[in-house]
């Protein structure tokens, strides 16, 4: 027992400031972890939000470029009355008179513009195979346009 006897005795005090270390340390670890996944969750909202609006921006995009399409423009022209010009013709400022070009006719049938189909405008339907017995017949909405981030990208293979 004289081994005991010679240890250094350890003050009460000193015991709970270690403890109080030791809390606070913890303490600080789990508010710091609370942010770290708050963050996370956050970040994945605001991903998922990057991704609408990058679907929303591809669809504006197409149907801009559906409008920008001749079938469209040649509908929108029809349309407005407007009918293509079999040949050109110009002003002849001297004689004050209208010169027509080579090949002259006078005046033609408006244009059928769905002589070529656009399938931007108009998607062909696809057929939905009927429900299986106790299948639920709501399907899972998926967006009109798929993201960019979503496409595999090509193989060159």
Known sequence: MTGLKNA?????????VAVLIVVMAFGIQLFLSTIIVED?????????????LERAHTAALEKSDAQD???YL????????MVPASSSAFLDLESQSIVHGEGWVPERE??????????????????Q??????ESTK???????????????????
């Open 129 to 134: 195979p009927a429900p299986k017995p106790g």
């Open 110 to 127: 408006k244009v059928d513009a769905s002589l070529v189909p656009n399938a931007v405008l108009e998607p062909a339907e696809e057929e």
């Open 74 to 81: 040649a509908a929108q022209a029809t349309d407005l009355g």
């Open 69 to 71: 399409s001749p079938q």
């Open 40 to 52: 996370a969750y956050r970040t994945s909202e605001l991903e998922q939000q990057h991704l609408e």
């Open 8 to 16: 250094t005795k350890v003050s009460p005090r000193g015991v709970w």
């Open 139 to 157: 399907k899972k909405e998926e967006p009109a346009v798929p993201s960019e981030f979503e496409m595999s990208s090509p193989s060159t293979r």
